[in-house]
């Protein structure tokens, strides 16, 4: 599967940012979607996951604050974040695997990545 993310930008603290994945194929039935987020100089951070039954998951840094979500008729993932804060900004990154444990949001478990798309919070 490929994968295409969109969505990114800066944003003032407080804002908010949709990301969209667009893949290549249908995966709602078949595959974890992940998003991650990456700053140099630190591991890459798994953000939130959404498995092929719906069920989310979420890192607690960004829980309450971030919404995953699936258009599988689009074949889009997105991710809702919502009061940003400095500490967001990375690079973000959409991911799929068929056997990812989607709770874990290990990026070692994910085969297929986007190319990602920067978000900066100022």
């Known amino acids: 599967v490929q994968l295409v993310e969109s969505g990114g930008g800066s944003v003032q603290t407080g804002g908010s940012l949709r990301l969209s994945c667009a893949a290549s194929e249908y995966t709602n039935n078949n595959y974890c979607m992940g998003w991650f987020r990456h700053v140099p100089g630190k591991e890459r951070e798994g953000v939130a996951s959404i498995d092929t039954d719906g069920t989310t998951f979420y890192a607690d840094s960004v829980k309450g604050r971030f919404t995953i979500s699936r258009d599988a008729g689009k074949r889009i993932v997105s991710l809702l974040m919502t009061s940003l804060q400095p500490e967001d900004s990375a690079m973000y990154y959409c991911?799929?695997?068929?056997?990812?444990?989607?709770?874990?949001?290990?990026?070692?478990?994910?085969?297929?990545w986007g190319q990602g798309t920067q978000v900066t919070v100022s």
């Open positions: 991911a799929a695997d068929r056997d990812a444990w989607c709770g874990l949001l290990r990026h070692a478990d994910f085969a297929h």
